[in-house]
Structure formats: C-alpha cells, structure tokens
Nanobody
Framework: QVTLVESGGNWVQPGGSLGLSCAAS????????IGWFRQAPGKEREAVSC????????QYADSVKGRFTISRDKDKNMVYLQMNSLEPEDTAVYYC????????????????????WGQGTQVTVSS
C-alpha cells in the first residue's frame, strides 16, 4: 500500500514563497508519475504539476508556469513543490498524488489520473 504524506503548508503574504514536501512510502514502484493537485474552497480539484521517474519529464498548469518548480529525490522517495511569487488565487489545499505505471511508457509525459492520494496541506496566501 502506497502512502503519501504532505508537509509545508502555511500562511504566506502575496509575492512570498513556500515549499511543499511529499514523503512517499510503500515502495518500490518501478515506474510512476507523481504530482501535486490543489482544491480551493468552492472549486474543483485541479492539477498543478507532475513529474515521472522514467525520463524525468515534468509538466505544469498554465496558471503556475514560471512560478512553481517540482522536483524529486529518488533516494529519499520525496517530491517537492517550490512555489514562488504566490498569489491569493493559489490559496488551496494541496495534495500529493501518485500513479504507478507499466510499460509502454509515454516519453515526456506525466499527467495521469492518480491512484493514491495524500491527506493534503493547506496553503493560504493573503495579506
């Protein structure tokens, strides 16, 4: 059973930065796509960013491109989301999620419906 635990959520002023971490356990998974999703009050959950472990490709939602950076530490089974230039619209519960994959693997892609989810961590951007 794969378990994901997020941390790092906090309150931050507009223009500020915040880093989220996701600790994954229950491995090993040969191939996977892992990413961050968020859900703001009254809105549907949306994909933020993802990364895979077969060619390292990462992708971002248009709303966060140039501001957020996803990375992973394969030895520690950790995934990170560095968020800069935060805006009030970034306020949401952020979830880490992972989808185990099997060949054939699509190069350069990591957007897949996740099978496992973390409990989420709250990010609030306000003055």
């Amino acid at each position: 059973q794969v378990t994901l635990v997020e941390s790092g959520g906090n309150w931050v002023q507009p223009g500020g930065s915040l880093g989220l971490s996701c600790a994954a356990s229950g491995f090993p998974l040969n191939y996977y796509a892992i990413g961050w999703f968020r859900q703001a009050p009254g809105k549907e959950r949306e994909a933020v960013s993802c990364i895979n472990n077969w060619d390292g490709a990462s992708q971002y939602a248009d709303s966060v491109k140039g501001r957020f950076t996803i990375s992973r530490d394969k030895d520690k089974n950790m995934v990170y989301l560095q968020m800069n230039s935060l805006e009030p619209e970034d306020t949401a519960v952020y979830y880490c999620a992972i989808q185990p994959m099997k060949p054939p693997l699509r190069l350069g892609s990591c957007w897949f419906p996740p099978e496992y989810w973390g409990q989420g961590t709250q990010v609030t951007v306000s003055s």
